[in-house]
């Protein structure tokens, strides 16, 4: 083709060029027999995400169980199926998108027979951190742990029966002991309402452990002691003060006031979003204590020292290297 002062313009490769071109590059590369399909590798399937007909056809298999009465609860009152279906994918959403969990010491989690988790306690409104500590141990291990809660929370309508339902049992020593030789775990928090009610300047700062109760259960059934330490739950509601007058007259242990509750009213209850961290201690074995010394105040309070000692010193770590209360 010609332009208007008559030079020619290539528009493509002339049949010679490209013949050139394609002989050079079969001269340099080797050309491979084509294999049939049966003789290629199999390509990966793309991951799935389930979508709202899966979760449907879950809720219609869950309800259909329900109505049949194909489900199970043990004596203390644990519902496996609605705490899986309901109750953990509710607060494994909390976990992971809210408060951003991040867990270490996994390993430290028995994969099979009985353990006593010990933890640091917080939360103000609400003992939230045992709902995660809870989703940690099964996320992680399978397994479920057993929160051992004050009988305040089973008065409740409706926070008591979840509870039941999701593992948690009275904290009695007769209950703990029961459920440890059964091969669970179970999650105790010494410091009780003191710990949750604790004013937020002094976060992080371990309150007594109690008598011991919870090590002589453990050297009773003959089961290692896990000390766990959470870094979060002082933030989600941080205790400024405390109206003792209104807690007398509701017949609570504390009412807290916190910068959105009560004056936000059912909106102060919702958890303001800070990052949190939980770890897994190496256990404190208890078997060469043999069970006639749980009654031995000088060897349970070694112990109980020995495992509060590990958890304040693992929480200093956490917020030394914490660089954010929320991200």
């Known amino acids: 083709m010609r332009d208007e002062d008559g030079v020619v313009v290539p528009m493509r490769g002339s049949a010679r060029a490209r013949s050139g071109r394609s002989a050079a590059i079969g001269a340099e590369a080797e050309v491979l027999p084509f294999t049939g399909p049966d003789e290629l590798p199999a390509l990966p399937e793309p991951a799935e995400t389930p979508g709202w007909q899966q979760r449907l056809a879950s809720g219609l298999a869950f309800a259909r169980r329900r109505l049949e009465g194909d489900y199970s609860v043990d004596e203390f009152g644990l519902d496996r199926d609605f705490a899986e279906t309901i109750e953990l994918p509710v607060l494994r959403a909390l976990y992971e998108k809210w408060f951003r969990v991040e867990v270490n010491g996994v390993e430290h989690l028995p994969a099979t027979g009985g353990a006593l988790l010990v933890a640091n306690h917080a939360g103000g409104l609400w003992p939230i951190d045992s709902a995660m500590a809870a989703v940690a141990v099964h996320t992680e291990s399978g397994r479920f ?48 309402f003191k710990g949750i009610g604790k004013p937020y300047r002094d976060r992080y700062q371990l309150r007594r452990f109690g008598r011991g109760g919870f090590v002589r259960c453990a050297i009773a059934a003959g089961v290692p002691i896990v000390p766990v330490s959470i870094v979060g739950s002082e933030e989600v509601h941080p205790v400024l003060g405390n109206a003792r007058p209104l807690a007398r007259m509701l017949g609570l242990p ?64 956490l917020l030394a290297q914490r660089g954010s209360i929320w991200r």
Do not use: C, H
């Open 254 to 317: 504390y009412f807290p006031l916190t910068p959105t509750f009560p004056w936000l009213g059912p909106l102060g209850l919702v958890p303001l979003p800070s990052k949190w961290y939980i770890e897994f201690g190496p256990p404190v074995p208890t078997d060469r204590l043999v069970a006639e010394l749980a009654g031995d105040p000088k060897a349970v309070f070694a112990v109980t020292d020995q495992v509060r000692d590990r958890i304040q010193a693992t929480l200093d770590r």
């Open 145 to 192: 742990l057993r929160p051992l809660a004050a009988d305040l929370m089973f008065g409740l309508p409706v926070a008591g029966t979840l509870a039941r339902r999701g593992g948690a049992t009275l904290a009695t020593s007769a209950d703990a002991e029961r459920l440890l030789r059964a091969g669970e775990l179970v999650g105790v928090w010494p410091e009780g």
